[in-house]
């Protein structure tokens, strides 16, 4: 490992072109007292994104894909080639806002306990983005998630367990997961708990890599003095609305087996089981007549 390097910046893009271009330099403009390095994978994307980064910048490595792995497989490829001691994975539908991006890395290291660390997230109107900082989805936080009882009482401890919006969002704090759009996981505790699980194309990897750090012994944190835009959907799968809708859903089934199932009794799991499938077909339903798509899961 090269120990100049103290971040290595790693964006996985696909039919993004422009807006891979604005991140691109918003990170070079903004991340101003670090040593960092930028890779990017390229998930087969055909809108000239390999010609822009070779004649724009030619300082990030560039991973090039002839088939689009998703979003965990290719961060992993990226991870075995970064140097640095941080590890930030950034969409590319994101522009850094701060030039105090050094605050959230001094705060991990002055922290070994934390394990990942991300920062506060934006919609382009300045509201926030409540799955930047989550609670785990139990079949309880999903039951209200999903019925609506979050959103009636989002200041409520008992309803508004998995986005949190009770929290103090200008408050650094521990939660349970961050959003894999914008989260820095130290490289020793990759060493320790493994890379993203490949299992997942694209949604729920951020929330499983946050459920094995807190497993093995590290926090993760929501750092909002750090802040970024995430504009959400707009690379080439955000063309596909029914191929991320059933990859959302896909994903939210995967993690439930995987992690809670284990601790609840097997007719629970089959109440989420059938909930998670029924909101499945309900939101294809509600697509299907809707002129503008969802693209993935809507950012409150």
């Given at each position: 490992m090269n120990e100049e390097t103290q971040l290595s910046i790693i964006i996985v893009t696909h039919n993004a072109k422009d807006f891979l271009r604005n991140c691109l330099k918003s990170v070079f403009e903004k991340i101003k007292n670090l040593s960092f390095e930028v890779l990017v994978v390229d998930n087969a994307s055909s809108d000239g994104t390999f010609?822009?980064?070779?004649n724009e910048f030619p300082q990030v490595k560039v991973i090039f894909s002839k088939e689009n792995l998703g979003f965990a497989k290719a961060n992993n490829l990226a991870i075995k080639?970064?140097?640095?001691?941080?590890?930030?994975?950034?969409?590319?539908?994101?522009?850094?806002?701060?030039?105090?991006f050094e605050r959230l890395i001094d705060f991990a290291q002055k922290n070994p306990d934390v394990g990942a660390i991300g920062p506060k997230v934006l919609n382009s109107d300045f509201t926030i983005q409540h799955q930047c900082?989550?609670?785990?989805?139990?079949?309880?936080?999903?039951?209200?998630?999903?019925?609506?009882?979050?959103?009636?009482f989002p200041k409520s401890k008992i309803f508004a367990g998995?986005?949190?919006?009770?929290?103090?969002?200008?408050?650094?704090q521990e939660v349970d997961s961050l959003s894999g759009c914008a989260m820095v996981v130290k490289r020793e505790v990759i060493e320790k708990v493994g890379m993203m699980d490949e299992d997942y194309y694209l949604y729920g990897d951020d929330l499983d890599w946050c459920y094995r750090i807190k497993s093995a012994g590290w926090k993760v944190v929501y750092f909002p003095e750090t802040k970024i835009i995430h504009y959400g959907g707009k690379g080439g799968t955000g063309?596909?609305?029914?191929?991320?809708?059933?990859?959302?859903?896909?994903?939210?089934?995967?993690?439930?087996?995987?992690?809670?199932?284990k601790k609840y009794f097997f007719l629970i799991n089959?109440?989420?089981?059938?909930?998670i499938f029924s909101r499945f077909l309900m939101v294809i339903i509600i697509n299907f007549f809707k002129r503008e798509k969802t693209i993935g899961s809507k950012k409150p």
């Open positions: 010609e822009m980064l070779k080639e970064a140097k640095g001691k941080y590890i930030f994975l950034l969409n590319p539908d994101t522009i850094l806002l701060d030039e105090n900082k989550r609670g785990f989805p139990t079949p309880w936080n999903i039951f209200c998630y999903l019925s609506g009882l979050a959103k009636i998995y986005l949190l919006t009770y929290l103090d969002t200008e408050k650094i063309k596909k609305p029914y191929f991320n809708i059933y990859h959302f859903y896909r994903s939210a089934f995967i993690f439930y087996r995987k992690h809670p199932a089959w109440l989420v089981y059938l909930g």
